[in-house]
C-alpha cells in the first residue's frame, strides 16, 4: 500500500463520525515524513544531529507539530523544554517545562517511559500511534515520531518530536474523559 493511500485511509471519515480505520503496513504520515527527511539531513554521516543543526526557520510549516525535550538516562528523566501550539492544544495546556511525570496523561505513563528509553539506549528514531476511542469510534489519531540529539555526539540528551493530530470528529475535545487512549510504537 503506498503512503499516499495509506494517509488517504487515515483521512476517511466512517459512517459513525469516527476515522475509518487504517490496514495495512504503517507508513509514515507526510509531517513525520518530513521531520524524518530533515532529521537525516541534519546527521552529516553521524549517528544523530546535535540540538545546534536544527534550525526552526528550515522547518517552519512543522514547529506546531514540535516538542524538543530534554532527557536524562540515570535516573530516567524527561522534561518537555518546547511546545508546539497544536502539541498544547492536545494537552489542553502548554507542556514546555513540565516533566513526563506531571502530565496527566490517560495513556500508559510506562509505555512513555520505555520509548524515551530506547531511544536512549538505541540513538535511533522511534515511531508511533496514539488513538483516542469512545467505544468502537476512533475520534482522534497522531502519528508521531522521537528523533535522538545529542550535545556531544556520543549520548542522547535532548529529542525531536513530532506529533501529528488527526480529529475524527470536529465536536470531539481531548479532555473527553469518557475517550481511551492507547499509544503503540512501530517495531
Given at each position: ?17 469516527g ?12 509531517r ?6 530533515y ?74 517511559r520505555?520509548?524515551y ?54 465536536t ?16
Amino acid at each position: 500500500m503506498s503512503a499516499g493511500k495509506l494517509q488517504q485511509l487515515l483521512m476517511e471519515r466512517s459512517n459513525d463520525g469516527g476515522l475509518a480505520p487504517a490496514s495495512g503496513t504503517p507508513a509514515l504520515a507526510p509531517r513525520v515524513r518530513q521531520l524524518r527527511d530533515y532529521w537525516e539531513s541534519k546527521q552529516r554521516g553521524r549517528v544523530m544531529p546535535a540540538r545546534a543543526d536544527i534550525d526552526p526557520s528550515e522547518i517552519k510549516p512543522l514547529l506546531p507539530y514540535l516538542i524538543i525535550a530534554d532527557l536524562s538516562a540515570d535516573p530516567l528523566r524527561v522534561r518537555f523544554r518546547l511546545a508546539g501550539t497544536k502539541v498544547c492544544e492536545a494537552f489542553g495546556f502548554n507542556v514546555a517545562g513540565c516533566w513526563l511525570e506531571e502530565l496527566e496523561l490517560s495513556a500508559d505513563i510506562g509505555f512513555w517511559r520505555a520509548q524515551y528509553g530506547r531511544l536512549i539506549a538505541a540513538p535511533a528514531p522511534v515511531y508511533g500511534r496514539t488513538t483516542g476511542m469512545r467505544g468502537p469510534v476512533e475520534l482522534f489519531r497522531s502519528e508521531w515520531a522521537m528523533f535522538p540529539l545529542s550535545s556531544d555526539g556520543l549520548r542522547v540528551d535532548q529529542c525531536l518530536e513530532i506529533e501529528d493530530w488527526t480529529k475524527g470528529s470536529p465536536t470531539a475535545r481531548f479532555d473527553d474523559d469518557s475517550i481511551a487512549w492507547r499509544a503503540v510504537a512501530f517495531e
